[in-house]
């Protein structure tokens, strides 16, 4: 074979470690996590990966446990919490079905996600339960810097827009938050509603961006969200806001 | 300038290189394919020395990564066909084959193919036992029973054996 022949202390142990890393990273966190036990050698492996996906089998496995002290643990064993840390929860197995049947969803956990510096999600508007379930989380991450989050609908409840509605503003939570992306398949009351609460929350907020997927969205139904948007109190005055296409917003990163 | 006189017949082709592994077998590949490879467009834009010689990669895997360069620069393939070919290239492989892989694409700087191999190499140990593994890779376990015991309580939620495979 090849001339790396001195790696071959065992398979794989001795590949350099951004192959190590590509490998870890395609694999599921539990799986990535397990190699801690292989040997000495794999035990802080998996903590560099370039980022956490808290995926679909990870919510399986904690229906009825404390996930917010197990993702909380996952990140601050994790090596590079700083740079890239993403939450790409398959959250709706996870957080949405605890609290589906029981006595509701709290304002916050009692632990907190305090390493959790960037969420990435998409949620559907017709659930109650997703939209304070997801109010819950990211009330429970208080160094909460970038969201990403994909919002659709089927059928517009009222009762979501009345709970968004309802969230005290300001309050103290999202005071870190820098910067929000949401991606909307709909224009609805709870969209804005959504919005509203953030502006009116996050006194640190430096731009808020939505954009159009599509775009499907005209030109004017865009500026009137714009307008409307724009009359709503921020609690951060200096904040961007920018409602745009798919495209406008490729060019602008 | 390095003039055909100079350097020999070959590089009379003017849009292709040599690329030379390490036990001495040497490759024609057009310049569109070769600068799919990061590092080779760098050596290509830097000097206009028409071969280049790998001296860590071996023929078997060079020839592998220049069939995968060649499809991928060849502009009459659709991305659907060499999207099959991506999957039919890394099926059926041994893990050894795919290691020596995953080092010349890091190596050479072949982003897309790194991931593909690195995905494949991951699925192999998807969904497996730590035993399984540590079998499978010869990897000796230099862990002592306490201590093993202590990591498997930190994460003990990676730890439900129940959906894993030992075979």
């Not at chain 1, 304002?107 to 939209?131: A, C, G, H, K």
């Not at chain 1, 059928?155 to 909307?184: K, S």
């Amino acid at each position: 074979m090849g001339s790396f022949e001195n790696l071959n202390v065992d398979a794989i142990s001795n590949l350099p470690a951004d192959v190590i890393n590509n490998i870890l990273a395609r694999l599921s966190l539990r799986d990535a996590v397990r190699t801690s036990v292989l040997s000495r050698e794999w035990r802080y492996k998996w903590t560099f990966i370039p980022e956490i996906v808290f995926g679909y089998e990870f919510g399986r496995a904690f229906l009825r446990k404390h996930i917010e002290r197990i993702i909380d643990q996952v990140l601050s064993r994790h090596q590079i919490a700083s740079s890239i840390l993403l939450f790409c929860l398959s959250w709706r197995n996870c957080i949405c079905t605890k609290f589906m049947g029981t006595g509701g969803v709290p304002n916050r956990f009692p632990d907190s996600f305090s390493s959790l510096i960037v969420v990435d999600l998409s949620m559907y508007l017709d659930s109650i339960v997703e939209v304070a379930s997801f109010l819950c989380l990211i009330r429970s991450s208080p160094k909460l810097q970038m969201l990403r989050v994909t919002l659709c609908v089927y059928r517009i409840d009222g009762a979501v827009t009345e709970l968004l509605r309802a969230q005290e503003t300001p309050d103290r939570y999202l005071n870190q938050l820098r910067r929000v992306e949401i991606e909307v398949y709909t224009y609805a009351d709870p969209l804005k509603e959504f919005a509203r609460y953030v502006l009116a929350c996050a006194a640190r907020l430096e731009e808020m961006v939505i954009y159009d997927p599509k775009p499907r969205f005209s030109r004017g139904s865009l500026l009137n969200l714009t307008n409307e948007l724009n009359r709503l109190p921020r609690a951060s005055p200096s904040a961007d806001l920018l409602v745009i296409k798919q495209d406008e917003l490729t060019q602008q990163c | 300038m390095v003039t055909t006189d100079e350097k020999g017949p070959l590089t009379a082709k003017k849009k292709s290189v040599i690329i030379r592994s390490c036990d001495g077998d040497e490759f024609l590949v057009s310049e569109s394919a070769a600068v799919l490879s990061t590092s080779l467009k760098k050596i290509l834009e830097e000097k206009e020395d028409r071969l280049i010689h790998l001296s860590d990669i071996d023929n078997k895997t060079l020839a592998m990564v220049i069939a995968y360069l060649s499809t991928h620069a060849d502009d009459g393939l659709s991305d659907d066909l060499k999207r099959s070919f991506d999957q039919e290239f890394v099926s059926g492989k041994e893990f050894d084959v795919l290691k020596y892989l995953v080092l010349a694409t890091d190596t050479l700087q072949v982003t897309c193919l790194c991931y593909t191999v690195a995905k494949k190499m991951a699925d192999i140990m998807k969904n497996k036992l730590v035993e399984w593994v540590r079998r499978e890779f010869d990897i000796q376990n230099d862990y002592t029973p306490e201590a093993e015991a202590e990591i498997r309580r930190l994460d003990a939620w990676a730890w439900d054996d129940r959906q894993l495979e030992d075979d």
